[in-house]
């Protein structure tokens, strides 16, 4: 009741939906078009484009957020080019606005939305389009009546998947916002006094996670739970229940397409009337716009970590180690760095042990229902991460885990399980069956047949699954808030505690650091999901 009651929190909540969803109307116009031009791309442009989306996915939201705040700061690049152009006359204050939040915010989940527009797009049928323009029909009319349509899946799919991750952030809007738009979430971390709070505290956290799963619920009614891992349903039954759910929202269809035809559809023959150039020049834009977005921050501080200034400032005026060898020579960022490197390393065996497993039955069972429990098991990808602090923080506390590395190791790994599931399952989707069955005819005991066939095939699967398991815990921030100690502090801590205190080319250092961990370990493993994908 006083979560609903007091202004401060039902403010907040209302807040944290406003932005949500603004962050996911803004991911999906950027996305679209960005998705469309990966599609219309091919070879090394297409390769350069994916690889400028992929990329900053899988650096820490963290290290995008303080980029930002380079990129924004009084002494940035784009305060310099503002006054440049003569549009400022001195440095402004670009930061701690609702602005800047929902600008980093769309940054961070950009590639979410545009990973599940293409989806749907890569598996369009090219001669639609040319037969429908054979037919008569403008590109407009082509766009409306057969490319939106048979997207509006992935579109649907990425637009819940970003609102709802949305709903859980505080790093963010703590960093780039002001007093006005702090999120729900922040609540938790803030005001996280387990001694005095009475339940209210938990009560906060079951709010949100209500929220969430109620969105995620609407989600999986039109769309089916396979849209948060991406799967796609398989057996029999599955599919006559799909059926029956698109012949049961065939009313809701006709009733949104109707809107949809009274509003967007005079909106596109308005703008068909200025040319047909201005279509493709309006993906362009907005493609390059988001490219930009992706691409730029982590580029400044890269450049920023080999300044010769004593604070942050760009261009540097000149290039130097000195921040490097900063780094190298602190004790406490090395032992923050080797505390990361080992809590990730037994996170990894602990996520690929159990998530492979895992994968093993539920692809190679006959048993019904796969894909609840492949809900289950991917389930912690939805649940706000200050939320499972909190829980995993009451747990551990009684088991005395708090503070203790395979206390943070097991914590990451309840995080690092869904993405081995995900990999390892495409992986074992892809192996040829006859080669196993043709071993166990031959006298094989099925652990045999896992050693000499199925472990070799996976084999390149089980790596990816482990860099990325080693990733997510290497990057986690959230969960350690909650679980660490002052004796045991992670490279996210560490950069947690300075980027609030103050901005110095040292965290320039630790954030290209991981950018060049993230680069190499994306081109070891991107041909073998490659492949994996291929195959499976």
Known sequence: ERVFSVPLYWDSLVRTMQISLSVATLCLVLGYPTALLIRRTSGITQVLITAAVILPYFIAILIRTYAWMVLL???GPVNKFLIGLGVLSEPAQLLFSRGTVLLGMTAVLLPIMVLSIYASVSRLDAALPRAAQASGAGPIATFWRILLPLTLPGMGAGFLLVFVAALGFFITPTLLGGPGDQMFAMHIVQQADFINSEGFLQALAVVLLVITLLFVGIAGHFLGFEFIWGGSKSDGGAVHAKAARVTEAAPR?????????????????????????????????????????????????????????????????????????????????????????????????????????????????????????????????????????????????????VGSIWGLASAHAIGGIPLVVIIVSAALQSVDRRLEQAAALHGASPLTVFRTVTLPAIAPGLAAATFFAFLHSFDELVLSLFLSSAQLKTLPLMLWADINYQLNPVLAVVSSLEVLLVVIGLALAGPVLTRTRAGA
């Open 73 to 75: 700061g009084r002494n």
């Open 253 to 401: 269809r006709s009733l949104m397409q109707g809107v949809a035809d009274r509003i967007g559809w005079p909106v596109l023959r308005l703008l068909g009337r200025l040319g047909p150039a201005w279509g493709s020049w309006t993906v362009f834009i907005l493609a390059g716009a988001v490219i930009a977005t992706l691409i730029l921050p982590i580029l400044v501080v890269m450049v920023i970590s080999f300044s010769s200034a004593s604070f942050l400032t760009f261009p540097p005026p000149g290039f130097s180690l000195r921040w490097y060898e900063k780094f190298f020579s602190d004790p406490n960022w090395m032992d923050a760095f080797w505390h990361s490197a080992v809590i990730a390393a037994a996170s990894a065996v602990i996520s690929v042990v159990l998530g492979a497993s895992a994968a093993m039955g539920v692809v190679r069972s006959e048993i019904r229902g796969k894909s609840i429990i492949m809900l289950l098991l991917v389930s912690p990808v939805i649940v706000p991460p200050v939320v499972l602090g909190l829980s995993l923080y009451s747990l551990f506390l009684r088991f005395d885990l």
